[in-house]
């Protein structure tokens, strides 16, 4: 499960790369609740 998490963080860090102006507030509400998801 962990692997499938890593690959869609891996995919979306490159999508915001080309699209920063667009992915980055998707990007850290995406982070925020991948951790969030993690912990617990």
């Known amino acids: 499960m962990k ?3 890593v690959i869609l ?3 979306i ?3 915001s ?3 920063s102006r667009d992915f ?3 990007r850290k ?4 609740a991948l951790n969030k998801s ?3």
């Open 24 to 26: 980055s507030a998707f």
């Open 9 to 11: 963080i891996l995919l």
């Open 13 to 15: 860090n490159a999508l």
């Open 3 to 5: 692997l499938k998490f």
């Open 17 to 19: 790369s080309v699209y």
């Open 38 to 40: 993690l912990i617990r």
């Open 29 to 32: 509400d995406f982070e925020s």
